[in-house]
């Protein structure tokens, strides 16, 4: 079993319809899928990886040598009692984003990875107006409450670029804990050699496969909210591998963290028996600021996601 894989140039000829439905279909029954012929030039993708391989030699391999995860492994491996280290994670991580402070000894790192970022948002904005029709929303629905009706820039889009070296001890720790995304959408160009994202679906772990210049989309717990449900966050890991430095480069388009999220109105159902009653409203997520979601998040990202919902102050 594969995510599926869909031709996003199609969207603008003959097999629109098809098309369309297979992303819906990615949404609905998978929450994640891979973009083939996106859009964003193969050469531009080949500078990415060039870059950000250079810059993890340059700039972090040396330091991941001496971080947290490498001393725990260590120990553990020295008591020899069969443990598994639950709360680490075989990750070297930045983030990019428009207002903080980016590498700077790698040549072409910065503006590659600022062009780089450029397309992703493009691409995600036209993505989500996908999303907009499949779910029969107003034109900008998705986008305008991540931006909080405030224009086009109050949206956070953020920018992780994360390497997972070989590990020794692959069965020891997990490269990256399952979880789900708190945010939007999320575009992942990710290694197309070394394997190790993986999907829960139907009770098993599945890969996502590597697939050359193809970006992956997955959908956020923000997208399940505002669909009402209709597409789900899905569970997702990284597993260590003692094979290969995995390159993952995940772009985060998620709202303002003043934004208030709650499902379109258009997707919610309403129970009204006759004139004189009260309407009904059916729906299974509070309305939210989505930073109080995120101080609820990064105390339970670790944990399932529904009682983050319930956990969050409504307003």
Known sequence: MAIPVIDFSKLNGEERAKTMAQIANGCEEWGFFQLVNHGIPDELLERVKKVCSEFYKLEREEGFKNSGPIRLLNELVERKKGE????????????????????????????????????????????????DENLGLPKGHIEKAFNDGEGDNAAFFGTKVSHYPPCPHPELLNGLRAHTDAGGVILLFQDDKV?????????????????????????????????????????????????????????????????????????????????????????????????????????QKFLPKEPRFHAVRAV
């Open 84 to 131: 598994k280290l639950e709360n680490v994670d075989w990750e070297d991580v930045i983030t990019l984003l428009d207002d903080n402070e980016w590498p700077s000894k790698t040549p072409g790192f910065k503006e590659t990875m600022a062009e780089y970022r450029k397309e992703l948002k493009k691409l995600a904005e036209k993505v989500m107006e996908v999303m």
């Open 195 to 299: 394997k190790g994202l993986q999907i829960w679906k139907n009770g098993e772990w599945i890969d996502v496969q590597p697939l050359e210049n193809s970006i992956v989309i997955n959908t956020g717990d923000q997208i399940e909210v505002l669909s009402n449900g209709r597409y789900k966050s899905v569970l997702h890991r990284v597993v260590a591998s003692p094979d290969g430095n995995r390159r993952s480069i995940a772009s985060f388009y998620n709202p303002s963290l003043k934004a208030t999220i709650e499902p379109a109105p258009q997707l919610v159902e309403k129970d009204k028996k006759d004139d004189d009653e009260e309407v009904v409203v059916q729906t299974n997520y509070p309305k939210f600021v989505f930073g109080d979601y995120m101080s609820v998040y990064a105390e």
